[in-house]
């Protein structure tokens, strides 16, 4: 398929199992792609955390002279698809283009904050003053500079447990109000209809809109590429064929149509950045 758009989870997808940035031959994979097609970041990270740790360490990799090309085609989908920006190389900064709100019919954002905070004690916290619509938790390691990545999956899965018991005391139908994903390296509350499925829409929407791309009602045509798609993994709703034409280079999901893993050319998986990488040079080819 001749896709016109990509689609990246950033954590586990662009990145190695465990690092915080992107190497510089999936900066140089993903510069190529942006000269060809709009690129945009589906992540759980707020925009400063993405534009610290991700667009930041990325441009540090690309010719000056090429900035102003990749960004221009550049797009964040931040906080699980809740908020969505374009880049604006007239303004030098990412600008926002839509924003979900936070479903108050169901609790009080701060107060849902705090009871978290509260239930989580000793094995993470409440990531406050940062997001500005999802709730994130983050493992209690993640401040530490050396740690083990399988430790903080294995921290990640006992918040995510906490949270889903958390939320079914407010009200055991949470479900209808807010999804909850597991990162990995932590986990988000989003509002239902503020998930990374979202984002695709949003994206495709724009794309129409602004750039005159004929996009279908399923936006096909957008190439989603992410690493947790279990039912309780935070690229759920992205990746589980709703929209876009979805890959994994995570977990698969058994007997699915959708998300699709990605194979090298003796049909091995390919995982993580070294899968994403794959994926973009047979776009590319
Ligand atoms: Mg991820």
Known sequence: MDYKAAMFDFDGTITKKGHFAPDKDMTDALFRLSQEMPIGFCTGRQLESFVSHGLDELLINIDKNNHEAFLKNLFLFGENGAIGYFFSTQSNNFEEFYRVDWPSSFIDEDELRNILDEAVKGVGSVYYNAHRVVVVIRTRLHYQEHKDVEEVYALSDQLYKITLDT?????PDFEKYVHVGNSGIGVVVCPADGDKDTGIQKFAEFLREKRGENIGEKAREIVVVGDRPELSGN???FLNGQYGTPYTVGSLIKNAKYP????????HRLLHAQGTIHLINSILA
Not at 167 to 171: A, K, N
Not at 260 to 265: A, G, I, S
């Open 235 to 237: 690229d759920h709703y």
């Open 167 to 171: 939320l079914r005391s407010i009200t």
């Open 260 to 267: 699709m893993p990605v194979l090298d050319n003796k049909g």
